[in-house]
């Protein structure tokens, strides 16, 4: 019973998420991306919307994200794309790929039973 209803209009709704997921991230760079190529035709729209359903799409001007560190927040929409920007998306990447390292060099250093 849970779960979204296809017939309510959540166009008014805002909404916070915290992530440090590059696929959460890189899932709304592509709901941004489908908002953006389809406004460049009817054509496109229509074939956009093939690929992803026109009410998934995120106009990238109704979003931003943020990276907060230390007591520091910046944004991280490329100016250029309007995009999250490639680089934070890596830089996500990195730090989860450093963490598992992390934790893998301690699962290894204690015997298993």
């Not at 919307?49 to 230390?70: H, L, Q, S, T």
Request: proline content about 4%.
């Amino acid at each position: 019973m849970g779960g979204l209803q296809p017939d309510v209009n959540y166009q008014d709704a805002e909404w916070v998420i915290t992530t440090h997921s590059p696929y959460v991230l890189s899932s709304f760079n592509t709901l941004m991306l489908a908002y953006k190529v389809a406004q460049r035709s009817e054509e496109l729209r229509a074939e956009v919307e093939r690929i992803i359903p026109a009410r998934c799409w995120i106009n990238p001007n109704d979003f931003a994200a943020y990276y907060v560190d230390g007591g520091t927040v910046r944004s991280i929409i490329s100016e250029k794309t309007g995009l999250i920007a490639d680089n934070e998306l890596d830089d996500v990447s990195e730090d989860l790929a450093g963490e598992q390292d992390q934790l893998l060099e301690l699962s290894r250093s204690v015997p298993r039973d």
